[in-house]
T-cell receptor
Framework: EDKVVQSPLSLVVHEGDTVTLNCSYE??????LLWYKQEKKAPTFLFML????IEKKSGRLSSILDKKELSSILNITATQTGDSAIYLC??????????FGTGTRLQVFP | DAMVIQNPRYQVTQFGKPVTLSCSQT?????MYWYQQKSSQAPKLLFH???????NEADTPDNFQSRRPNTSFCFLDIRSPGLGDAAMYLC???????????FGPGTRLLVL
């Protein structure tokens, strides 16, 4: 059965800290891995990763995929209170759907 | 600027009373998806359309139906909502299979 696991489930940090969120997967016919940020509404797209070892970067956020280890990390540097959200990892496998992880809840305090 | 639009944003219905949620898109994407997201859980795919081709997930209850009358619109019909159907319903679109999915703002359904 296709599976996506995120860790940690929850993270509490202070502004300015750097955080690393983890996503590992076991799927057949891997196609891509996506990161989404979800606040009190629908998920918003952050990154799509298909190639191993290539870092995608957007401001303070960056992500990299390791196909050998079947995992990805999402880094957020110099965290701000506005980064508080649930971060969802999703993997597209052979079928035309996304398999979501349970998410990591990040809380950033001033 | 809204690209994936869902109406209404909040819907209250009575137990057993049919309800329809709508999704429209201005992206001209071929694929449209409906997800159900319950509190503190990841979104769960209910079904998707690739153009007019309907794909139902095996574990989607029969109570849930969908219609896509044209490229821009897709509807989720819940024939007889139960208390367990209270959730956020998310619509997403993608240009093609395997491409990035863009989500609408969601409709939060409350069943009384």
């Amino acid at each position: 059965e296709d599976k996506v696991v995120q860790s940690p489930l929850s993270l509490v940090v202070h502004e300015g800290d750097t955080v690393t969120l983890n996503c590992s997967y076991e799927v057949t016919n891997f196609r891509s891995l996506l990161w989404y940020k979800q606040e009190k509404k629908a998920p918003t797209f952050l990154f799509m990763l298909t190639s191993s070892g290539i870092e995608k970067k957007s401001g303070r956020l960056s992500s990299i995929l390791d196909k050998k280890e079947l995992s990805s990390i999402l880094n957020i540097t110099a965290t701000q209170t506005g980064d508080s959200a649930i971060y969802l990892c999703a993997v597209e496998a052979g079928t035309d759907k996304l398999i979501f992880g349970t998410g990591t809840r990040l809380q950033v305090f001033p | 600027d809204a690209m994936v639009i869902q109406n209404p944003r909040y819907q209250v219905t009575q137990f057993g009373k049919p309800v329809t949620l709508s999704c429209s898109q201005t992206l001209n994407h071929n694929v449209m998806y409906w997800y159900q997201q319950k509190s503190s859980q990841a979104p769960k795919l209910l079904f998707h359309y690739y153009d007019k081709d309907f794909n139902n997930e095996a574990d989607t209850p029969d109570n849930f139906q969908s219609r896509r009358p044209n490229t821009s619109f897709c509807f989720l019909d819940i024939r007889s909502p139960g208390l367990g159907d209270a959730a956020m319903y998310l619509c997403a679109t993608s240009r093609g299979k395997g491409e990035t999915q863009y989500f609408g703002p969601g409709t939060r359904l409350l069943v009384l």
